[in-house]
């Protein structure tokens, strides 16, 4: 697991909520993480979305008198248990992030780049040593 | 391969995940903007309480105006100009109620399909098949565009537009998301619209398709006797000097063979959506007022409670508007609406009840194509329709429905079941309403002045309106637009349309309107009663048939029997528990259980009931555990006597009052307690009685146990609810307790109707004033604001309403908020 990729993509998918592109910034932010990141993006790609996401909603608790009975009064709006309610909230940002993230990665140029080397096969070592004598 | 499973999940959870995001799915909002912790729903959770200090910029307001918010919510106006003090309240009443403000609008102008999709379309199709659009938009372009009418709609509209220009999305109200629409912008003609919705469910009349209904079945002599002309038991808003009630009782005709040509009418008749055979329990109001003559203090005091639907957010919103040296003046306004409706000044204070008085009526009309017509014959001549094309738009912005709908000169046509054409003139219709009118009444520094100044701007939905002012005068007025009718002809008549010589002649002038001015007896009262006496007047008027005259009758014994009248006893009254209808029947089921006893053809049963009832205080206060048989039994003999109401297997068709139940009462051996399913026996009064009696109480012992094991309290039934405009239950209040039955003065019910608004006023030398509705200013789910205002309500109590004169005047102890509006640079949107 890594902060340094992480943190930045939470900030980003946060600022991007914030300024009122919910859907676009987990999209966007998760595809960059997938371009740029070569180790587990979409796993990565998620933390970030879930942390961004969860610092908003924290935040957005924390600004109102929200007591676990608005939040019963909310999610009963939307014919949901309180749990539900949260667990989809965090798990929106979550998919779309991940998703991104993990088409970015298989569709990059870079992902080439950055696989591991591979030992040749034997019958290729001896077509390859022939070629050189 | 799992590469390829791994990649087609996220293609899915992408391209499903941003599909819900952007566009929803079905009946599921746009899941971004939804869940959006910052501006999405969540955000209605930060934003439950008033900033304590903020201030905005209006366009075309002429200076700062100053607004106070109090402990309760209450904004005080404080402004140079009238338009400017308007202009506030469309921005104040949109910040705590935009939601409502638009929903009830949308559902007036028939345009909630837009919202909600195809199943709004019969609401809306109802809606603008009356003309009620149409008529708000003639309305609207015919007000002058530097008239003082059309300057206070578009000043209210700068004010709410404001509102929604200075939202962020996270300002918006819940249910925008909840629904995934965003606000609208605020148009002049949405005013209109709300009253022309007021006027549908105040003056929509009804009185025809009973009539039709009930005559199909019982033959029209039958019928019309059950509904009569006018009412059985009179005591008149306007006094006749009898100071009792006069019961006009008179045999009824038995039921006769069924009307075939009334069966065709009851099928012509449009038929409201939302109306029942049964009259509603909860749909009344009250307001009285009483003279110095009759108050402890010396200074006259009134009193009001307008009964209609109790939604959440409520139905009305309290302001106080200061113009100084022009207007000053506290009470309720409609969200949506530029002025107080129901209040007071320091000068006068007033209230209104519902007349009922019917001012719709229905033409048969000849066209020349039944299928699609275009002409109809006036007098042996052919005029052209006016036809407007109604399209209803869906969620999405297509096109999802269309009506042609068709106007003759009375009003619009619509199409029976049985294929004919139905006109219909209704007053609601006409362009009856002055906008200015409740705000040039508040000018006014005497009774009689604020009704003569109502009479001449109001002309639909008729009100009985009460007022007392500061120098000791009473007054009561029905106001309204009464048509002349041709002579013969009754607003129950559907009278031929090819001929003009059936038309309205006119209205009824003001002299001729049921009025009281000082009365000798120092108080007046209405409470939907028939407004005068028909020996006084005889003139067809009619008083809603729903409402039977037993809150007038008590509220007139209470009045009659304190002669120094407090502003507390005025509260009291409003929930007093006694009631002038279980006075009227209760002897009865007990004279009819010992007479079956005599006769012995009692059960055991009976014996129990008939104790458990004599025991009774006839009180309906929410601990009695005897009420609840005595509207049981009052239940089962409506079913028992009304059974020729009913055709075999279905619901009545239609139900007299409880008052010609009583008329019915003195005549033992009517044909009417015959019931049609025993056909080897004759039943009479005592027979039905009693068995009503009976049987209430063995089904209340299946029901609920044996009165004695404490089971059968009135709070089981006596409760009301409160539901979201969306009907959204966690926004909702369900199930609240009421002191009160029907025929009290505060009848509770289930259908969620009742006293949306009660005032108590006393005028001297100073104002002073009690107030509370059920609900709370604000109109965000979330917020404390929202329902504060109910544990109050439910107790009877009233709040005590602050009137300050000026910004100073309101200590910082009392202030809730601040809010600073200025003129915005530009000149609006």
Redesign the interface.
Known sequence: MKATIIVPGAILIAAGTWIGFPTASPVIVGALIGVTWPHRPAFHAALAALAGWSALLGLALLRGDASGMLVTKLAGAMRLPSWALVVATLAYPVVLAASAAWLAHFGSPRRERHRPPVPPEPAVQALHRRAVA | MR?AL??L??????GA??WA??RGAGPIP????L???????????????LPADASAAIPNLSGPVHIRYDRRGVPHIFAATEEDAIRALGFVVARDRLFQMETQTRAAAGRLTEWAGTVALPADREMRRLGLPASAERHLASLRADGRARRLLDAYADGVNAWIDDMS?ADWP?EYR?MGQRPAPWEPVNTLHLFGRMGWTLASGGAEERIAAAAALVGRAAARALFPLHAVIVEPIQPNGSGAPRFDFRPLPPPGAPDSGAHRLAALLPRRADRDSEPLPGFASNNWAVAPRRTAAGRALLAGDPHLDMTLPSLWYEAHLVVPGVLDVYGVTIPGTPGIVLGFTRDVAWSFTNTGADVLDFYRETVDDPDNPTRYQVDGSWRPLELREEEYVGRRGRVIAADTVRFTHRGTMSRGENGEWLSMRWTVLDPALNQAVFLDAARATTAREFLDIIAAGFGAPAQNIIAADRGGSIAIRSTGHYPIRPAGTTGLDVLDGSVSKNDWLGFWPLERYPQSFDPPQNFLASANQEPIDPRVNPDYLAADQDFDPWRALHLNRLLRADSSVTPDAMRRYQTDPGSARADAFVPFFLEAADRERMQGRNAAELDSAAAWLEGWDRQYTRDNERAILFERAMSELVQQTWDELAPKGTRRVATPTSSLLLNLLQDSASAWWDRRSTADRIEDRDMIVAASLARAYETLVEQVGDPREGGWVWSRVGSTRFDHLLG????SVPGVAVQGGPGTLNPSSRGGHGPSWRMVVELGDSVRAWGTYPGGQSGN??S?RYVDRLPLWREGELDTLLVPRDTASLAPSSTRARLRLTPATGNGR
Do not use: H, K, Y
Not at chain 2, 9 to 14: D, T
Not at chain 2, 35 to 49: K, M, S, Y
């Open positions: 590469t791994q990649t999940l996220a293609i899915v959870g992408l995940g941003s995001g952007v746009p899941l971004g903007p869940l959006d912790p910052v501006n999405g729903a969540w955000a209605a959770l930060a934003r439950t309480e999305p819940v909840l959204l239950t966690a926004f789910p979330f404390p």
